[in-house]
């Protein structure tokens, strides 16, 4: 029964935190069209590359935490998407202002440490 548990909880912490996610990512795809692109290049990667780092970050790597595929592998950039959105580009800020990226993140790693549980595209492969 406690394992039901702990496989259903994985699986809400997946849909919830790879779910809203997406709702910071996906309004940045039109980024990509723009010409000349213009986005924040916290790490001086260039514009166009801290973009496509960011939407690997906020919409591929989210869509596969849902859906439970490569689960481990998906919550890496993801969770260092978060370190340079609290560490980097909000470093200067407040708590308040980091908070959201630190939550993300303190996600995210769990979901690294833990994995995707019995209800994900994982499992079902393992079997």
């Known amino acids: 029964m406690k394992s039901n548990s702990i496989n259903l909880a994985l699986l809400l912490l997946?849909?919830?935190f790879g779910g809203?996610?997406?709702?910071?990512?996906?309004?940045?795809?039109?980024?990509?069209?723009?010409?000349?692109?213009?986005?924040?290049?916290?790490?001086g990667i260039g514009d166009t590359a801290s973009l496509i780092l960011a939407l690997i970050g906020e919409?591929?790597?989210?869509?596969?935490?849902?859906i439970?595929?490569?689960?481990?592998?998906a919550a890496i950039?993801?969770?260092?998407?978060m370190i340079v959105a609290a560490f980097?580009?909000?470093?200067?800020?407040?708590?308040?202002?980091?908070?959201?990226?630190?939550?993300?993140?303190?996600?995210?790693?769990?979901?690294?440490?833990?994995?995707a549980g019995k209800y994900s595209v994982d499992e079902i492969k393992r079997k």
């Open 77 to 81: 950039p993801a969770a260092i998407t």
């Open 14 to 16: 997946r849909l919830g």
């Open 88 to 115: 980097v580009i909000h470093a200067e800020d407040n708590l308040r202002t980091k908070e959201r990226a630190i939550l993300f993140l303190i996600a995210f790693i769990v979901i690294f440490l833990a994995g």
């Open 59 to 66: 919409v591929v790597a989210p869509i596969l935490i849902i």
């Open 68 to 73: 439970g595929f490569k689960t481990k592998l």
């Open 20 to 43: 809203f996610m997406l709702t910071h990512g996906i309004p940045k795809i039109s980024k990509l069209f723009e010409s000349p692109i213009k986005f924040t290049d916290p790490i």
